[in-house]
């Protein structure tokens, strides 16, 4: 399984954008690149995902490396609902395989 | 739509019994995957249906088991139980198309303490 490096922590302050980096140099060319996060004690909640090019949705923006080797994941205007373990899974079966991924703290 | 519901939500057991833990995903979806989330180990992967078929699995003995229903509906079992099976146990949902393509919907899990 191709694995991701994601700093331990990070620290923003609320309203502020945030970018959640994201390495993963063993990818494959058939690889998405999928971001999930975890709420304390909640499950896992779907972020965004890509394969090639850049993505927006509602919650969150996918910059995409050309040579797909890193990723970046842009929340716009950090809330303290924002605070969560932030996961960057390459899905190239129907499994995803978490690494320790990125805690983010929201300071108010 | 509701969203993924696994049943019950508290269990405990102890050394040596067996436990069956049931999942519901959205309804239209067809894929159904495990996972178990220790404090030590993080969230790893147990295993995959589609169509009733286990189609990946990861790195667990045999005694953690599953199946998948016509309905979709899943049902995880763990046999002789230790005190390391200890843990959340989440179950995903996805439309289970092209691998990668579609994202996973979580349950809230089943949280199994074994004594």
């Given at each position: 399984d191709a694995k991701t490096t994601q700093p331990n922590s990070m620290e923003s302050n609320e309203e502020e954008p945030v970018h959640l980096p994201c390495n993963h140099s063993t990818i494959s060319g058939t690889d998405y690149?999928?971001?999930?996060?975890?709420?304390p004690s909640q499950g896992p909640e779907?972020?965004?995902?890509g394969l090639t090019s850049n993505v927006n949705n509602r919650?969150?923006?996918?910059?995409?490396?050309?040579?797909?080797?890193?990723?970046?994941l842009i929340l716009h205007r950090a809330t303290l609902r924002d605070a969560a373990v932030y996961y960057c899974i390459l899905q190239g079966a129907q499994k995803l395989v978490f690494g320790q991924g990125t805690r983010l703290t929201i300071n108010p | 739509?509701?969203?993924?519901?696994?049943t019950p939500r508290y269990l405990i057991k102890t050394r040596g019994q067996q436990v069956t833990l049931s999942c519901s995903p959205i309804s239209g979806h067809r894929s159904v995957s495990w996972y178990q989330q220790t404090p030590g180990q993080g969230l790893q992967f147990l295993f995959e249906y589609f169509s009733e078929t286990q189609r990946n699995k990861g790195n667990f003995p045999g005694r953690f088991s599953g199946r998948q229903f016509s309905n979709s509906r899943s049902e995880m079992n763990v046999s002789?139980?230790?005190?390391?099976?200890?843990a959340l146990y989440l179950c995903a949902?996805?439309?289970?198309?092209?691998a990668g393509l579609y994202e996973q919907y979580f349950g809230p899990g089943t949280r199994l303490t074994v004594t």
């Open positions: 690149i999928h971001w999930y996060r975890q709420l779907y972020v965004i995902h919650m969150a923006s996918l910059a995409i490396a050309e040579d797909r080797k890193s990723s970046t | 739509k509701a969203g993924v519901t696994q002789t139980l230790e005190l390391g099976d200890s949902s996805s439309l289970g198309g092209l």
